[in-house]
């Protein structure tokens, strides 16, 4: 997990990380000094100290690093046999490791990412279903899971190295024939658009415009998404759900929701 100075959303990531169902598992955070500051760079640690979690341990790195580089240093010092990319700034299903995991194993493949995810909008808390299967990489690049052994190094140099490094080894896993994708899971992966993104604004609303999808599908789909968000840290305050073509139905943290 590369990170930035996102504190607040950090342990938000952590708190999820350390609410999976799936036990076996450690969370490798790589904290890029020359990115940030040495304030932060105290902070988490104090923070991650004080949690008291044999599974967590923060890797520091002083030199400038693009995101390509960043994701190889995190690979290298994971001592599992399974590697999932696992953000700062998004929110995760307690069952999203497991399920991909299952997924990895069932179908004896190298790699899997989401062909769904929801896109939650944290100023606005707007809130879409986003269907990423007709893609170039059929699913999200960002919520990626692989077999260690299989994962191709991410570029570290030139244009492919920071905002595209995930989607470029994805497209190697893709043309291996070695990658699945899975269905009908979008709630397992909020993908978390915040004003601080890598990606600007319009790559977002492009999202929205094009992929996400319809409010009569996301009706169709009321009853699992209400049960689902639950166990997703949204805060307090309501979500307003989305569609393509207008307002679908209103969540809030209470598991109560009406009609919007």
């Not at 996102?6 to 999820?16: D, G, T, V």
């Not at 990626?144 to 991410?154: F, G, I, Q």
């Not at 004003?195 to 699992?224: H, P, Q, V, Y």
Request: proline share 3%.
């Amino acid at each position: 997990m590369p990170i930035l100075e996102r504190f607040e959303m950090l342990k938000r990531s952590i708190a999820a990380y350390q609410s999976q169902s799936f036990k076996d598992r450690e969370l490798i955070v790589v904290m890029n000094s020359e990115r940030g500051n040495l304030e932060v760079c105290k902070k988490l640690h104090q923070f991650v100290s004080e949690l008291n979690d044999p599974t967590i341990r923060v890797i520091d790195v002083l030199e400038h690093c693009t995101m390509g580089k960043l994701r190889n240093i995190s690979v290298s010092e994971a001592r599992g046999e399974v590697i999932c990319q696992w953000d700062d700034d998004d929110i995760f299903h307690p069952e999203r490791l497991r399920e991909q995991y299952a997924n990895l194993q069932s179908t004896d493949s190298d790699a899997n990412i989401l062909a769904e995810t929801l896109l939650f909008q944290s100023q606005s808390r707007n809130l879409f279903y986003i269907n990423w299967s007709q893609t170039p990489f059929r699913g999200f690049t960002g919520s990626l899971m692989s077999k260690k052994d299989a994962l191709p190094r991410y570029p570290e140099h030139g244009e492919n190295s920071t905002l595209v490094e995930d989607s470029y080894v994805a497209k190697i896993m893709l043309d291996s024939g070695r990658m699945q994708t899975l269905k009908n899971k979008a709630f397992l992966f909020a993908y978390v658009v915040h004003g601080g993104n890598t990606w600007s604004g319009d790559f977002f609303e492009m999202l929205k415009n094009t992929l996400a999808i319809s409010k009569g599908l996301l009706e169709r789909k009321k009853e699992l998404l209400l049960d689902e968000m639950q166990l997703l840290n949204f805060g307090s305050e309501p979500v307003f759900v989305e569609g393509s073509n207008g307002g679908a139905f209103i969540y809030q943290s209470s598991s109560t929701s009406s009609n919007s």
